[in-house]
């Protein structure tokens, strides 16, 4: 119990370290504008990955209506920060809440559907959310609700960041959790075992839903509007490609999955359908030729950068 | 608006829901039969639907072919590039887990639509106009030559289908395979062989449903099988997956209920209720009108 306490808090000052660089590289312009909105970028798609993966990766259930629940996050955080005038903390805990509540009220009756059933009805509920807010007026219809104050900043979106991870690990690591796994490895003896499979089913997608809301909310506080053609299944697919791609069970995969197609579709910035087509390729080679993604369900933590550093010996004692 | 224009609009609603349903009817049987015989949402299916129009683009533009060669043309076109699909993509994965052939599924359903863009442009081209366009009215009803050509094609079709599947060696081991992979292989059928020939049936159809689909909108662009075939798949899942005579009830049914929503209701609403009825025969009746109810093993 101390160690892994240990290994907590080393982990939080390792995070705490990266954040001063950036921030100092970000104050003294080393990384610009357009980078910066990379970074940012980067830590909202870190948090839809690790969320979509505790459903997909750890518990098994194939969805793929993320970007459903990250429009209502975006909508509801809106909608609080904008027509109510509440403060951005109470906007994203709002997101992550009315999300939360969703994923609940959706997930409890499908979720007993298995495969590909479940994943085609969470692509159509995703979409459903999407043309229901499409069809209210009062947050703007298909004109997107507009005029959002740019609360996101780096900060707001490390830390978001930082605490979705630190949360859905701690899960995973969790009698709860463990009870999740069992319930991707198999249904049928998890259940034998005593495992109650729908709530843990419906916890693991009410916890994903939620922080699904907060990356939603973080999302249209950084780019002024929340537009619904921005929450269609084709943000789904992208979540998808970089859950599959870090390894289906891997946190740090979809991290480090997250990080790289993001610099890569900034990188193809200008050619976008290029974008897709890279990302479509690599799924299907990676479905052929290593279909447990980068990592597997493996996890890169800190020990192996301290095994790299600290010399062998260090590492090995560790693992003892 | 009094009751006679209401019947009116209603039996107009209808008509134009049947054309667009057996649309609907003729992508979900590629659906359906895929699934059938090897449990795969071809995800893919409706971008081969999108590449059937084109090619039938291509046909009547280029080298100025008539209707009919062009769906031929299409047609082949479209089996080709099915079992070609079915070849690289999903035939390594047999025996791997469903969520991997899924995700491939995706992968090459946006491969289709994105390498798409980049052939053709993500421009829509204007389908030329293959028939005079005549309009028929019918007792207050307007039927226009299009409607009638779709529906008399996809009849023709569907009837062609169901006498290959019912009455001829290749269906029959086809309706083998679907029942019992491992049975059928035992009794020396050549299990890939069927599988490589039901994806070519399946993909022709979708593309003779694009072509049909360009007559009747005048409109094409690479990412318009998306919706059609997510569509289709309900279609599928309602009449009941893997059940061919489901899929065409399915098909029309889901269409005319389009029509009816997009006409009484409102159009934006017309695409959630697709996925409404998905998820309510999903939650309350998963084999579908037609479909059997088969019990998980352990």
Redesign the interface.
Known sequence: MRIKMKRDLSALVACIALYLLVMVLMETEVIGSYWQLNIVLICINIILAVSLNLITGFTGQFSIGHAGFMAVGAYMSAVFTVKLGMSFGAGILAGAGAAAILGFAIGLPTLRLQGDYLAIATLGLGEIIRITILNIPYVGGASGLMGIPRYTNFTWAFFAMIITVFFIKNFINSSHGRACISIRENEIAAEAMGVDTTKYKVIAFTIGAAFAGVAGGLFSHYFYIAHPASFTFMKSFDILTMVVLGGLGSISGSITAAILLTFISAALASYPEWRMVIYSLMLIILMIYRPQGLFGNKEIGLKIFSRILGGGQHGAAQNK | MDSSSLTQQFFQQLINGVSLGSIYALIALGYTMVYGIIR??NFAHGDIYMLGAYAGYFATTYFKMSFFPALIFSMVVAAIVGMLIERL?YR??RG?????????A??????L???G??LVT?QPRTFPELFSTTTFNFMGMIVNSQQIVILGISLALMFILTYVVNKTKVGKAMRAVSFDTDAARLMGINVDRIISFTFAIGSSLAAAAGILVGIYYNSIDPLMGIMPG?KA??AA?LGGIGVIPGAMVGGILLGVIEALVSGFL?S??R??A???I??VI??FK?SGLFGKNIR?K?
């Open positions: 795969l949402i993509a390594p994965l791997a887990p469903k969520i991997a052939i899924l995700i491939t995706i992968g090459v359903s946006l491969l639509e994105y390498g863009i980049i993500p997510l798949f309900v899942v409102s934006t609403f695409d959630a697709a996925f409404i998905l998820i999903l939650l998963p998980e352990v």
